[in-house]
């Protein structure tokens, strides 16, 4: 796949992050999947940070000349959001959804990129 697309993805996983998008990862499936290349993970605080979030990305992505394939209703209590853009998907969850249904362990053979908001410190390597 293309540099500019994993540099869209990254990209946006950071402006999410930024957006205090907690835990934001990438996953890399390119090596795995046919049908997408990327998943953009990160948490919300709330039901109304959720929806933010998802604006934030498709207000991003939207910037870049992407739109996703399909928009999903909100309701207030919505726990998970998914905006499919084909080569990638984003996935905004609640902290009780992503414990639950575990992606990171579900799509364990991905290779996963962590994603800090920009300016934010680098966190030390772990078992340093």
């Given at each position: ?116 908001a920009p300016g934010a410190p680098a966190k030390e390597p772990s078992g340093?």
């Open positions: 796949m293309s540099t500019d697309l994993r540099e869209t993805v990254l990209g946006c996983a950071a402006h999410l992050a930024e957006h205090n998008g907690s835990e934001t990862v990438v996953l890399d499936f390119e090596a795995l999947s046919t049908w997408t290349d990327y998943f953009i993970i990160t948490t919300a605080t709330s039901s109304t940070h959720l929806k933010a979030l998802a604006r934030h990305a498709e207000e991003y992505l939207s910037a870049v000349g992407l739109s996703a394939l399909r928009r999903p209703r909100l309701a207030d209590d919505e726990q998970w959001c998914l905006l499919d853009f084909g080569d990638f998907v984003v996935h905004v969850m609640s902290t009780e959804a992503r414990a639950f249904y575990e992606l990171e362990k579900l799509w364990y053979q991905a290779v996963v990129l962590p994603v800090e340093v």
